[in-house]
T-cell receptor
Framework: DTAVSQTPKYLVTQMGNDKSIKCEQN?????MYWYKQDSKKFLKIMFS???????INETVPNRFSPKSPDKAHLNLHINSLELGDSAVYFC?????????????FGPGTRLTVL | SQQGEEDPQALSIQEGENATMNCSYK?????LQWYRQNSGRGLVHLIL?????REKHSGRLRVTLDTSKKSSSLLITASRAADTASYFC?????????????FGTGTLLAVQP
């Protein structure tokens, strides 16, 4: 069974569209994250939820809105997509908050905005 | 920026040789972690070393931590072609106040068969 899964794996869309990426973890972890990895492989955290509560909200355009319906799911909705949003988006989870635990990553969603 | 920096950016070695990657960071830390990323995949945790530890081993991996120099190294011994990947260090700040890991810039390791 996949520990952290994301859908879709690939997403190709036009500028201005709205899209969502879904993430689910079956590890029983309390904390989930969204990261963005750019073309130079730089990995930057965007958001983190702990037990459905938003605990990290980095400087991200408000076109990006996370939503956690329960602690096993963390979705990312992006409005009015721009060319610069093209990247690989990773979901991750950890047992606890605080950066002291191992993080488990999903396989990534490669978003291409045309 | 708290971002760690890794050195070298890219490393190419022959199978069977050892590979050493270095990571430098800027803040006081709770722990430092190393992750591997195969091409087109998510990151996989390799090893975690706490700030009060100086060295840790896991299979063919050896990690050292020097908090006075704010640096860490990852040694992969007897490398294999399957070790070809990008390797990232990540630090958690002391006390976990920011609740997050800060990832380094990564080292791309290519192991030639």
């Amino acid at each position: 069974d996949t520990a952290v899964s994301q859908t879709p794996k690939y997403l190709v869309t036009q500028m201005g569209n709205d899209k969502s990426i879904k993430c689910e973890q079956n590890l029983g972890h309390d904390t989930m994250y969204w990261y963005k990895q750019d073309s130079k492989k730089f990995l930057k955290i965007m958001f983190s939820y702990n037990n459905k509560e938003l605990i990290i909200n980095e400087t991200v355009p408000n076109r990006f809105s996370p939503k956690s319906p329960d602690k096993a799911h963390l979705n990312l909705h992006i409005n009015s997509l721009e060319l610069g949003d093209s990247a690989v988006y990773f979901c991750a989870s950890s047992l606890r908050r605080g950066g002291t635990d191992t993080q488990y990553f999903g396989p990534g969603t490669r978003l291409t905005v045309l | 920026s708290q971002q760690g920096e890794e050195d070298p950016q890219a490393l190419s070695i022959q199978e069977g040789e050892n590979a050493t990657m270095n990571c430098s960071y800027k803040t006081s830390i709770n722990n430092l972690q190393w992750y591997r990323q195969n091409s087109g995949r998510g990151l996989v945790h390799l090893i975690l070393i706490r700030s009060n530890e100086r060295e840790k081993h896991s299979g063919r991996l050896r990690v050292t931590l020097d908090t006075s120099k704010k640096s860490s190294s990852l040694l992969i011994t007897a490398s294999r072609a399957a070790d070809t990947a990008s390797y990232f260090c990540a630090t958690a700040d002391y006390g976990g106040a920011t609740n997050k890991l800060i990832f380094g810039t990564g080292t791309l390791l290519a192991v030639q068969p």
